[in-house]
């Protein structure tokens, strides 16, 4: 295998350390910089999200690439706002103009009172329902050479063609629930999931190569983590404490739990049972944010000088991880430190890792 690195777009230089972003919700100054960032650093993509209250992540990545050449993007989506046909379309699009440099990650949506902003009051079962026919007729309409006809439980189409179709577009998928896993077996290029501890991994991967294989199919895997480093793994610890206690104290002052949560979606669920085994699992598997948060996202990380952090990533890598996405909590002062500090010693330890094998 390669390994691939995905880093991080959000609409301002601000997470969950940071107090609430006045006027600044869409920071095209950050956009441009973080992006150019990202690219000068090595990093092979980066993730616009998606949220019923943000900006909208395919005219901001529209935006990094035109003020990039290199750096490839992939575009959160949630699946039940838009026809299908028409996204197919308007995603070929945005790849065509960015000289082919998309992907996109479909967010299904776990938590009801998310979906219910922007009008879905459908049930979890039946999103992914929903997403299975979508991406069904996704690539339908990226890979049909004549019209075709579609009659489904959510969308009826008739006589679809699209005259613009991606030459590559790899798509992303996420969730933990047992109907997530199959319909990801079924789409999913990439299956992601967040940072979790080494032998839970191991049955996500297992479980969702099941899935696949009924399909024919074998995906790669994307891990998300939140990587603080340091010179010394005291320091790295310290800042990891630090920042506990930075949006411990935000929650706090926004009125908001720190405990006692009770999220609706699979992955957050299993990552609160992580924290609950402790502070620090595996060799250094962080969990203080998550447990803080009700692991809401993308909420785990690995503390450690970058040569410990590299090294931990490689065990997941040898489970068959091939993409890393890593975010910092300084979004822009983070990224440029992976670039230079982390994401040459990861790569040069799979590129050992894999002569190894071949040796073998």
Do not use: C
Request: charged residues 25%; without cysteine; proline residues 4%.
């Amino acid at each position: 295998m390669s390994v691939k690195f995905i880093g991080y777009i959000g609409f301002n230089n601000h997470s969950e350390i940071h107090g609430a972003v006045r006027g600044r919700e869409l920071d095209v100054d950050y956009v441009e910089a973080a992006a150019r960032a990202q690219e000068e650093g090595g990093f092979d993509r980066v993730l616009i999200p998606f949220g019923s209250s943000s900006p909208e992540s395919q005219i901001v990545a529209a935006h990094a690439a035109a003020k990039t050449k290199t750096l490839g993007f992939l575009v959160a989506h949630r699946p039940g706002f838009t026809q299908p046909t028409l996204a197919a379309r308007q995603l070929a699009t945005l790849d065509a103009l960015s000289g082919s440099r998309v992907a996109v990650h479909i967010i299904t949506g776990g938590a009801d009172d998310e979906m219910a902003k922007d009008g879905d009051i459908s049930v979890k079962e039946d999103r992914y329902r929903r997403t299975d026919e979508y991406l069904t007729i996704l690539r339908q309409e990226w890979t049909a050479e004549k019209p075709f006809d579609h009659q489904g439980r959510f969308y009826t189409i008739r006589q679809a063609i699209a005259a613009i179709k991606p030459t590559n577009l790899p798509v992303f998928f996420g969730g933990s629930s047992d109907i997530a896993i199959e319909v990801s077996g079924k789409h999913a290029d990439v299956y992601a999931l967040w940072g979790e501890r080494l032998d839970e991994v191991r049955e996500v991967v297992s479980r969702v190569r099941a899935a696949a294989a009924r399909h024919g199919r074998r995906p790669g895997f994307s891990l998300s983590l939140r990587p603080v480093i340091a010179d010394t793994e005291e320091a790295a610890w310290k800042r990891a404490d630090e920042i506990v206690e930075q949006v411990r104290a935000l929650r706090e002052a926004a009125g908001l739990k720190t405990e006692g949560h009770a999220p609706a979606n699979a992955g957050s669920q299993r990552l609160l049972q992580t924290a609950a085994r402790g502070y620090r699992v595996d060799k250094r598997l962080w969990t203080g944010v998550a447990a803080l948060g009700g692991a809401s996202g993308n909420s785990t990380g690995l503390v450690g000088t970058p040569e410990q952090v590299a090294d931990a990533m490689l065990d997941y890598y040898d489970l068959g991880v091939d993409h890393f996405l890593i975010r910092g909590f300084e979004p822009l002062e983070d990224s440029i430190a992976y670039g230079r500090d982390l994401l040459p010693l990861v790569r040069d330890l799979v590129a050992r890792r894999d002569e190894q094998r071949e040796v073998a």
